[in-house]
């Protein structure tokens, strides 16, 4: 009897593997069936709304719903303030620049001068960048002439984010704190220029030559 068994179970295997492989084939998709064969609801088949879609549960028929009036994205809210404008009012910039003056600040705006102002204003800031090499009817401007070392801080980081005759802004591309740290290196690379023995600390002058 426990042979009779064995024998019908050793039998009955192969067509047990052949039913269940044919069971799980009949739920993959056939792509050259206009009608396919499923076991189960495929999941790319489901009731829900895609991104732009018509419904007809709203008054305006779209799926996709508008932001609550006055509702702003979080880390998104822009005041229009002088950390955001570089303006105290609507005809003041502001005078000093509001980021901590060190030496990590200078090195970030070391690396953002060097990406997005260097192309056009080269990286000492002469205005002479491979921009202007290329095209030579348009030069931007020498950011060491004594014009632009006149400006208030928030003049020249309001150039910097709305852009001012031909040079386009970047307040999408730079974030507010990046845009300050330009100013403070653009400040360096003044001092570079222009500065005086004065401007040393007296302990570092001695290392002069």
Not at 114 to 138: L, Q
């Amino acid at each position: 009897m426990k042979r009779l068994f064995w024998l019908l179970g050793y039998c009955l295997m192969p067509l047990a593997f052949v039913a269940a492989s044919a069971l799980m084939l009949a739920g993959c998709t056939n792509r050259q069936r206009l009608t396919q064969v499923e076991v189960w609801d495929d999941m790319k088949r489901q009731p829900k709304y895609l991104p732009q879609g018509a419904s007809d549960i709203f008054a305006d028929g779209r799926a996709s719903r508008r932001p609550v009036a006055g509702t702003i994205a979080r880390s998104h809210l822009k005041l229009e303030d002088a950390y955001h404008t570089g303006m105290v009012d609507a005809e003041t910039y502001t005078g000093r620049n509001p980021e901590k003056i060190d030496g990590d600040l200078l090195k970030l705006g070391q690396s953002r001068f060097n990406t997005y102002c260097s192309p056009c204003h080269d990286r000492t800031g002469s205005g002479k960048g491979i921009v202007a090499i290329k095209t030579p009817a348009w030069q931007p401007t020498n950011l060491q002439d004594d014009r632009i070392k006149k400006m208030a801080d928030g003049e020249i980081f309001s150039i910097i984010s709305n852009g001012r005759r031909t040079m386009p802004g970047y307040k999408y591309q730079i974030v507010e704190g990046d845009r300050w740290a330009i100013v403070a290196y653009l400040r360096a690379l003044h001092l570079a220029t222009s500065g005086t023995v004065a401007d040393v600390p007296a302990e570092l002058r001695t290392e002069l030559r």
